[in-house]
């Protein structure tokens, strides 16, 4: 078995969005047998809640779906860590820019709504000022796109993205 793909999910402030697009992600690669090919973390552009745990409506929501954010930390990625990951899957078009500006290559950055069939991939809205629908929004967004993400993740690492 080759080594896994290193993939790491992207959000702003990594407590509410990309935390749950990782365990989504996850748990469908896991019903799938997929889990030991890749490597699976999140991390936010923003510093702001590095070592915190993830907000409670995004907890709460990965509960009510059978899943968890206990044991999440947030983390931040920067130009000095960005050399550790294969795979970046940006949240929003400010999380790609900016993961581009950080260093990485724009054909190693795929949007977490590639997989809708739409022209131009739709932004995970942020969920963090709003109500409550808006995790539940995002949720319905990650698990609508993560079947065909580890189709993608899985020709990555067959040949290259
Ligand atoms: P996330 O949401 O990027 O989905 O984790 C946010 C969390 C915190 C902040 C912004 C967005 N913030 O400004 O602190």
């Not at 044991?71 to 899957?89: S, Y």
């Not at 942020?126 to 609508?144: C, H, I, N, R, V």
Request: some cysteine.
């Amino acid at each position: 078995m080759s080594q896994p793909l290193r993939v790491l999910f992207v959000c702003l402030g990594n407590i509410c969005r990309s935390p749950l697009a990782e365990v989504v992600v996850k748990s469908v690669a896991q019903e799938q047998g997929l889990l030991d090919q890749f490597h699976f973390e999140s991390a936010g552009t923003g510093s702001w809640h590095v070592g915190g745990g993830a907000d409670p409506r995004s907890a709460s929501k990965a509960l009510e779906k059978g899943l968890s954010l206990e044991k999440h930390q947030a983390q931040q990625i920067t130009r000095r860590n960005i050399g550790n990951w294969d795979i970046f899957v940006a949240m929003d078009s400010d999380n790609r820019r900016n993961l581009i500006a950080m260093g990485a290559k724009p054909e190693q950055v795929v949007m977490m709504r590639a997989f809708e069939g739409a022209a131009q991939a739709p932004d995970v809205p942020d969920p963090y000022y709003g109500g409550a629908s808006g995790f539940e929004d995002a949720y319905q967004m990650l698990k609508l796109n993560a079947q065909g993400l580890l189709q993608y993740l899985q020709q990555c690492k067959q040949h290259s993205c």
